[in-house]
């Protein structure tokens, strides 16, 4: 039985998409079960005394910047510091992967495709359209993916 690993994330924080290719090399490389979670952040950050960003010092504010501008060249992303629809509400987001783990499916293309589509893309992963775009693109790279190697279209992730 593999070991497994709570991954808690959301699409909202630029730290997850930074981590998640790393995350991703981690599970692969030791085997592991993710059991996928997605967080709210206004709302753990309420529970936690945490503030959310726009209502920090704007020391940390620029700060925080600075962190990320390093964290993208260390790690060699091409990501947006402030997208243009960001921050969002990311509960119908969090949903398509709390749906596909409920129908026994893998979200991990689905976490890689929406983490490129707020911070590289500037997407809105609050409007339903293009949530529906997203899955409609990975379903036609897994068609393709699977008939080229004779599978079709049933392997099982998201």
Same mark, same amino acid.
């Given at each position: 039985?593999?070991?497994?690993?709570?991954?808690?994330?959301?699409?909202?924080?630029?730290?997850?998409?930074?981590?998640?290719?790393?995350?991703?090399?981690?599970?692969?490389?030791?085997?592991? !079960?993710?059991?996928?979670?997605?967080?709210?952040?206004?709302?753990?950050?309420?529970?936690?005394?945490?503030?959310?960003?726009? !209502?920090?010092?704007?020391?940390? %504010?620029?700060?925080?910047?600075?962190?990320?501008?390093?964290? #993208?060249? !260390?790690?060699?992303? !091409?990501?947006?510091? %402030?997208?243009?629809?960001?921050?969002?509400?990311?509960?119908?987001?969090?949903?398509?992967?709390?749906?596909?783990?409920?129908?026994?499916?893998?979200?991990?293309?689905?976490?890689?495709?929406?983490?490129?589509?707020?911070?590289?893309?500037?997407?809105?992963?609050?409007?339903?359209?293009?949530?529906?775009?997203?899955?409609?693109?990975?379903?036609?790279? #897994?068609?393709?993916?699977?008939?080229?190697?004779?599978?079709?279209?049933?392997?099982?992730?998201?």
């Amino acid at each position: 039985m593999p070991r497994q690993v709570d991954y808690y994330f959301s699409f909202q924080s630029p730290w997850a998409y930074i981590g998640h290719r790393a995350f991703r090399d981690l599970v692969s490389a030791y085997d592991l !079960k993710v059991n996928h979670k997605p967080v709210v952040l206004v709302d753990l950050f309420s529970e936690t005394g945490g503030l959310p960003l726009m !209502k920090r010092h704007p020391v940390r %504010q620029r700060y925080r910047m600075v962190e990320l501008q390093r964290w #993208r060249d !260390k790690r060699g992303l !091409k990501f947006h510091l %402030q997208p243009a629809n960001w921050p969002f509400n990311a509960r119908l987001a969090d949903g398509v992967v709390i749906a596909a783990i409920e129908a026994g499916l893998d979200p991990d293309r689905y976490l890689r495709r929406a983490f490129a589509a707020v911070w590289e893309d500037q997407l809105n992963l609050a409007d339903p359209a293009t949530i529906a775009k997203l899955a409609d693109e990975i379903r036609a790279a #897994r068609q393709a993916i699977g008939g080229a190697l004779g599978l079709g279209g049933n392997q099982r992730g998201l």
